[in-house]
């Protein structure tokens, strides 16, 4: 099965797999966490990154890290570098737990569904419930606002 693997700004890693766990109870070992503390030099956090990849075992792991070009994604680069694992930035929690009930798909199934379900866990709501909103007429497709 593969592995996900958070890694992003304190406390926002561990957040998002408390959250993981709310949902899921099940998935704990599932999914690691690493809470980037601001103190801490990048070469620590990689390091620590990559002894928690290689206890967790797993033959693919999909890395999440919260900000492209911050220092998570940055450490995060560079743990995926060589390895059988992908990375995805800006991690939010449709995205996770999108891949987590997905896990057991191919490698690359799984990065498409964390992609999607990311994307399409950000919306405007609108004030009023669905079935009191009036519908445009100019729609192409009547159901585009479902996953």
Same mark, same amino acid.
């Given at each position: 099965? @593969?592995?996900?693997?958070?890694? +992003?700004h304190a406390?926002?890693?561990?957040a998002l797999?408390?959250c993981?766990?709310? $949902?899921?109870?099940?998935?704990? #070992?599932?999914v690691?966490?690493l =809470?980037?503390l601001? =103190?801490?030099?990048?070469?620590?956090?990689?390091?620590q #990154?990559r002894?928690m990849?290689?206890q #967790?075992? @797993?033959?693919?792991?999909l $890395?999440?890290? =919260?900000?492209?070009? +911050?220092?998570?994604?940055?450490?995060a680069q560079q743990l !995926?570098?060589g %390895?059988?694992?992908k990375?995805?930035a800006? %991690?939010?929690?449709?995205?996770l737990?999108?891949? !987590?009930?997905y896990?057991?798909e191919?490698f690359?199934?799984? !990065? +498409?569904?964390a992609? $999607?379900?990311g994307a399409?866990? $950000?919306m405007?709501v +609108?004030?009023? #419930?669905?079935?009191?909103? %009036?519908?445009?007429? @100019?729609?192409? =497709?009547p159901h585009?606002h479902?996953?």
């Amino acid at each position: 099965m @593969n592995g996900i693997f958070i890694i +992003a700004h304190a406390p926002l890693a561990s957040a998002l797999r408390q959250c993981v766990l709310h $949902v899921f109870p099940d998935n704990g #070992a599932g999914v690691l966490a690493l =809470d980037v503390l601001p =103190d801490m030099p990048p070469e620590e956090t990689l390091a620590q #990154a990559r002894i928690m990849l290689a206890q #967790a075992g @797993n033959a693919h792991t999909l $890395v999440l890290a =919260d900000i492209f070009g +911050a220092t998570p994604c940055n450490v995060a680069q560079q743990l !995926v570098d060589g %390895v059988d694992a992908k990375l995805i930035a800006g %991690v939010n929690l449709p995205m996770l737990l999108r891949t !987590v009930c997905y896990r057991h798909e191919s490698f690359d199934s799984l !990065v +498409a569904r964390a992609l $999607v379900g990311g994307a399409q866990g $950000v919306m405007q709501v +609108a004030i009023t #419930a669905p079935q009191n909103q %009036v519908c445009k007429t @100019n729609d192409q =497709d009547p159901h585009d606002h479902q996953q």
